[in-house]
């Protein structure tokens, strides 16, 4: 927090959950890329909610041969997601069209809040820039009326002895309050984009708070919190079984008589479940469907 102009500023350094993801769903460069963005803005994201329980969902839906990806993340630092192409490799050469052959022409982004108690909201806005951050910066002043500047720098570097593109990952996302002074959050905003990869190749490696306040070193800058980030997934066995019996009793007969047994894949974390057929049996046997 900025006490004095009233700014709230998250910052989220993500490489290693960014790579994490990365291998778990074999991805390619530029999958991998949009993959790690998206999850960085869903940590950023998900730190304004409010209750241990509150999700918010980022959906990116395109033309292009990405075709689209899914993004979630919490108050608890979880954050977790998956692109549906997971083979696209190249981008186009650096500036305004450096994300449009991963894109496309056409697209929406949309933003599902969980406000608790069962009710959702949900907003969308069409691509227009065809980069993840720009559009989504313009979601946050067209659909939420807040007026935001984000920040994503993927910076490559070694890991474990090899040259990686996602050795460092950091997003910002800089918003003033309700009564935040907005010439101090449109100054700050022109400085930190200036400044942001070249402050982030110089300090990442130092811990989230040093490089944040070597890009804010304004003497108000107060750190209200700290907590760790985390690549993971809520599935389970029992999760499976549970939407087996949302089936019903006789879809689920269906299904024991025609495949033998039940199989599922998580898309967050390409886990594989098997329900055999017995097992299948004995939840029909129970009455359980």
Not at 57 to 82: H, I, K, M, S, T
Not at 164 to 178: K, N, R
Not at 264 to 272: E, G, H, V
């Amino acid at each position: 927090m900025l006490k004095a102009s009233d700014l709230r500023l998250v910052l989220a350094t993500t490489g290693d959950l960014s790579r994490q993801a990365r291998a778990t769903h074999q991805s390619m460069p530029a999958s991998a890329a949009l993959l790690s963005q998206g999850l960085t803005a869903a940590a950023l994201m998900g730190s304004l909610r409010k209750g241990t329980d509150s999700r918010i969902n980022l959906q990116l839906e395109c033309d292009g041969p990405l075709r689209g990806l899914f993004v979630d993340g919490d108050a608890n630092g979880v954050v977790r997601g998956y692109v549906k192409n997971t083979l696209v490799e190249y981008t186009g050469s650096e500036g305004r069209y450096h994300w449009r052959p991963v894109l496309g022409n056409q697209g929406f982004l949309s933003v599902l809040r969980d406000q608790g108690g069962g009710e959702y909201y949900r907003s969308s806005v069409e691509l227009e820039h065809f980069d993840l951050v720009a559009d989504l910066e313009r979601y946050f002043h067209q659909s939420d009326q807040v007026p935001s500047h984000l920040m994503v720098a993927q910076l490559p570097g070694l890991v474990d002895g090899q040259e990686d593109p996602l050795a460092t990952v950091v997003g910002l996302l800089v918003q003033p309050l309700p009564n935040g002074d907005r010439d101090a959050f449109k100054a700050l905003g022109t400085r930190l984009k200036a400044q942001f990869q070249t402050a982030v190749q110089a300090h990442a490696q130092d811990g989230a708070a040093t490089l944040l306040r070597s890009l804010v070193p304004e003497a108000d800058l107060e750190i209200m919190s700290r907590y760790p980030l985390r690549f993971t997934c809520s599935c389970s066995r029992d999760r499976v079984k549970l939407a087996l019996l949302a089936m019903g009793r006789e879809e689920l007969k269906d299904l024991l008589e025609k495949e033998g047994q039940a199989e599922a894949t998580c898309q967050f974390c390409t886990t594989r479940y098997v329900i055999p057929g017995a097992e299948i049996q004995q939840m029909l046997t129970e009455g359980s469907a």
